[in-house]
Structure formats: structure tokens, C-alpha cells
């Protein structure tokens, strides 16, 4: 299994490889990118992601170490969390899962379609897909991108991203701290988080946001910092109210984590949020910090609405556990196992000798 530390691919990477690795699954995990992995169980190959600049050598250069660990390994089943390496000459099943791509963040930040400078990278992308055996999506909106901006029109498997029980909020509701926190990369556009900074001036609780500020400074909200997960987790165990005002976020796992903790919800109004979180959150319109601060207020002045809100997520949430994700993985793997590897083209857009 192929991951990175960068994002939250790195929680879903080793939640997966735990869950499986109890149901008696060896998982060979190799961590790709910039940044080496916290722990030291997985192989590393430092090189630059194909959504980074100027990625290509360092793309072929990985895959070729991937090739050469599955031969070395000998493993059953390729799965990837990145698209590029699904077109290389794998010799067992390949699994591409897609958790983000530059095309469908750059509609839903910029608000406009991604320009020339990413046409290789768009051709690298749809390779990859072609080349898998199976796509998977963690939710609907994901898979729709995929078919808009990748032509990708096979059938993709939807199986929701999860998290193991948060200590905190397995139990039910726990007392609160008049708290707004939010947490994500403060210089993410993605993460919405400026509209946050924005509107923490007019919230009448403090705000907090946890997470790489890369740089950036904050007007109105305190900054805890990047934050191991396990103080992430105790500071939403804490916080009533979660906040995650996203202007792309495909599944989102620190939402879920937030949830399992017990937060009440306020979320930015997008396709992927709606689909896991309507009913069982606020919405507001990205990048309005007047709606957002009214939402924080509304239900910070609503004692009932909180605690209902913050219920109905932490249900919705234990849905979303790791076993269930990787019971859904296991069923995949096993219909993939004993079918052969399917027959791909040579591909121009990916060449282990470019």
C-alpha cells in the first residue's frame, strides 16, 4: 500500500493497515513524498507527489522503487493512494483509491477549471485510472469529479473512509468547554479556514485552530499549532462546536473525528459534506465569515440544538468506523485476488524510463 504523510491520507493509510492487520493481513506500506512517515514501519521513498510542482522524475523514480518492492515482497495486491502509479507494468491486481485531485480542487477553490500547466498532469491521472483494476471513492462527489474532469466512466467503488472509536465520545455526550476550534493547514484555501480567522472577531466564544500555519498569522483566532492526533483528539473532546468552513474537502476525517468526539458540527456547504453530514449539521455558504459567525452563535445560544446537533452527529458518525472500511476493502481485495491482472496498454502519459 502506497501512502504520504502530507494529509489525512496518512491517518486513513495506518487506520486501514491496523484494521486489516487484525483480520490477518500483511500490509507492506510504503510512504511516498516529502515529509518521512511519524513511525518506522513503513518503507520510505522521499521524492515529490504528481500534484506538486515539476513532479515527474521524482513520479517515475518512486514508481520504479514501488515495482521493485512488490517483486522483493511478493505481495497479492497492489493498492494506491495516489493515481499516477495505476499505469505502471503491475503484475497483481491494482486498487487506485482516490481521495483528491488538483482538477476538482482547483473548480472548487479558484472557482475555475485548472489551466495548461496541469494538462500532463491530467493525462498522468487518467492513466492511472485506466490502469487499475478497481476505483474506489469515498463518496459520491469524489466519483463524480473523477467522471467530469478524467472522462473516467467505469465503475467505481464507493467504500467510506474510517476511524477507530474516539476514547472520548464512544461513551456519549461529556462535558464541554465553551470552545469553537477548527483544525487543517491554516494556508490551505481549501480548508476555508481564513473565513474562520474572520469570523472568530464576531463569535462570542474564544476560537481556536489547530493545524500547520504555515507561515500565516491569525487576526482573531488563537493558534494551537500542529498538533499530534492524539492531542487534536483531546482537544475536540473538549470543544463544543467543530468547525470546518471547506471549500473542498472530499471526505473529510477530521470532520469525523471531530463527531466521534462529541462536537457539534459547522460545516462549509459542499456536495461531499451535504452528502455525509445533512440533517446532522449546520451549512454555510464557503468563505462567508457573517454566516459562519451567526451559525457558531445560533447554537452556541441554543443549548438544546447543540447537544441535539452534537447527538445526531456522533451517531452518524460511528457508522464511519476503520472495521467497517476495512471489512468493505477486504471484500474488494478477495472478488480481485484470483482474477487476473487485466490487460493495459502501453501509456505514453507514464513511462518508468522518462
Same mark, same amino acid.
Given at each position: 500500500?502506497?501512502?504520504?504523510?502530507?494529509?489525512?491520507?496518512?491517518?486513513?493509510?495506518?487506520?486501514?493497515?491496523?484494521?486489516?492487520?487484525?483480520?490477518?493481513?500483511?500490509?507492506?506500506?510504503?510512504?511516498?513524498?516529502?515529509?518521512?512517515?511519524?513511525?518506522?514501519?513503513?518503507?520510505?521513498?522521499?521524492?515529490?507527489?504528481?500534484?506538486?510542482?515539476?513532479?515527474?522524475?521524482?513520479?517515475?523514480?518512486?514508481?520504479?522503487?514501488?515495482?521493485?518492492?512488490?517483486?522483493?515482497?511478493?505481495?497479492?495486491?497492489?493498492?494506491?493512494?495516489?493515481?499516477?502509479?495505476?499505469?505502471?507494468?503491475?503484475?497483481?491486481?491494482?486498487?487506485?483509491?482516490?481521495?483528491?485531485?488538483?482538477?476538482?480542487?482547483?473548480?472548487?477553490?479558484?472557482?475555475?477549471?485548472?489551466?495548461?500547466?496541469?494538462?500532463?498532469?491530467?493525462?498522468?491521472?487518467?492513466?492511472?485510472?485506466?490502469?487499475?483494476?478497481?476505483?474506489?471513492?469515498?463518496?459520491?462527489?469524489?466519483?463524480?469529479?473523477?467522471?467530469?474532469?478524467?472522462?473516467?466512466?467505469?465503475?467505481?467503488?464507493?467504500?467510506?473512509?474510517?476511524?477507530?472509536?474516539?476514547?472520548?465520545?464512544?461513551?456519549?455526550?461529556?462535558?464541554?468547554?465553551?470552545?469553537?476550534?477548527? %483544525?487543517? $493547514?491554516?494556508?490551505?484555501? =481549501?480548508?476555508?479556514? /481564513? +473565513?474562520?480567522?474572520? *469570523? @472568530? !472577531?464576531?463569535?462570542?466564544?474564544?476560537?481556536?485552530?489547530?493545524?500547520?500555519?504555515?507561515?500565516?498569522?491569525?487576526?482573531?483566532?488563537?493558534?494551537?499549532?500542529?498538533?499530534?492526533?492524539?492531542?487534536?483528539?483531546?482537544?475536540?473532546?473538549?470543544?463544543?462546536?467543530?468547525?470546518?468552513?471547506?471549500?473542498?474537502?472530499?471526505?473529510?476525517?477530521?470532520?469525523?473525528?471531530?463527531?466521534?468526539?462529541?462536537?457539534?458540527?459547522?460545516?462549509?456547504?459542499?456536495?461531499?459534506?451535504?452528502?455525509?453530514?445533512?440533517?446532522?449539521?449546520?451549512?454555510?455558504?464557503?468563505?462567508?465569515?457573517?454566516?459562519?459567525?451567526?451559525?457558531?452563535?445560533?447554537?452556541?445560544?441554543?443549548?438544546?440544538?447543540?447537544?441535539?446537533? %452534537?447527538? $445526531?452527529?456522533?451517531?452518524? =458518525?460511528?457508522?464511519? /468506523? +476503520?472495521?467497517?472500511? *476495512? @471489512? !468493505?476493502?477486504?471484500?474488494?481485495?478477495?472478488?480481485?485476488?484470483?482474477?487476473?491482472?487485466?490487460?493495459?496498454?502501453?501509456?505514453?502519459?507514464?513511462?518508468?524510463?522518462?
Amino acid at each position: 500500500m502506497s501512502t504520504d504523510a502530507v494529509g489525512s491520507a496518512w491517518t486513513y493509510a495506518t487506520e486501514l493497515r491496523a484494521e486489516l492487520a487484525a483480520s490477518g493481513v500483511e500490509v507492506v506500506l510504503a510512504t511516498l513524498g516529502p515529509r518521512p512517515p511519524p513511525d518506522s514501519e513503513s518503507s520510505y521513498l522521499p521524492c515529490r507527489l504528481e500534484w506538486q510542482q515539476e513532479p515527474w522524475e521524482d513520479v517515475w523514480a518512486s514508481g520504479r522503487g514501488l515495482l521493485a518492492l512488490a517483486e522483493e515482497t511478493n505481495v497479492d495486491l497492489v493498492h494506491l493512494n495516489g493515481f499516477a502509479h495505476g499505469a505502471l507494468p503491475w503484475k497483481v491486481p491494482v486498487v487506485v483509491a482516490a481521495h483528491s485531485c488538483v482538477l476538482s480542487w482547483h473548480e472548487a477553490v479558484r472557482g475555475a477549471p485548472a489551466g495548461g500547466e496541469w494538462h500532463r498532469y491530467r493525462e498522468a491521472v487518467a492513466a492511472g485510472l485506466r490502469g487499475a483494476d478497481a476505483v474506489v471513492t469515498p463518496t459520491a462527489a469524489m466519483r463524480g469529479a473523477l467522471r467530469r474532469h478524467y472522462g473516467f466512466d467505469h465503475r467505481c467503488r464507493l467504500i467510506a473512509n474510517g476511524v477507530s472509536p474516539h476514547p472520548a465520545g464512544s461513551d456519549g455526550p461529556t462535558p464541554r468547554t465553551r470552545l469553537v476550534l477548527g %483544525a487543517g $493547514r491554516l494556508w490551505d484555501e =481549501a480548508k476555508g479556514l /481564513d +473565513a474562520l480567522d474572520r *469570523a @472568530a !472577531a464576531k463569535i462570542a466564544w474564544p476560537v481556536a485552530v489547530a493545524g500547520d500555519a504555515g507561515g500565516h498569522s491569525a487576526g482573531h483566532a488563537h493558534l494551537l499549532g500542529a498538533l499530534r492526533r492524539d492531542e487534536l483528539r483531546e482537544q475536540m473532546s473538549r470543544a463544543a462546536i467543530f468547525v470546518h468552513p471547506a471549500r473542498y474537502e472530499p471526505f473529510g476525517l477530521v470532520v469525523l473525528e471531530a463527531a466521534l468526539a462529541g462536537c457539534a458540527l459547522v460545516l462549509g456547504d459542499i456536495p461531499s459534506l451535504r452528502e455525509l453530514w445533512n440533517g446532522d449539521a449546520l451549512f454555510v455558504t464557503p468563505g462567508d465569515a457573517s454566516a459562519l459567525a451567526s451559525a457558531c452563535d445560533r447554537i452556541i445560544h441554543d443549548d438544546d440544538l447543540r447537544r441535539a446537533l %452534537a447527538e $445526531r452527529a456522533r451517531r452518524r =458518525a460511528q457508522r464511519h /468506523d +476503520a472495521a467497517a472500511m *476495512a @471489512a !468493505a476493502y477486504m471484500r474488494l481485495y478477495e472478488q480481485l485476488r484470483d482474477r487476473e491482472r487485466k490487460s493495459v496498454p502501453h501509456d505514453s502519459a507514464f513511462s518508468t524510463t522518462s
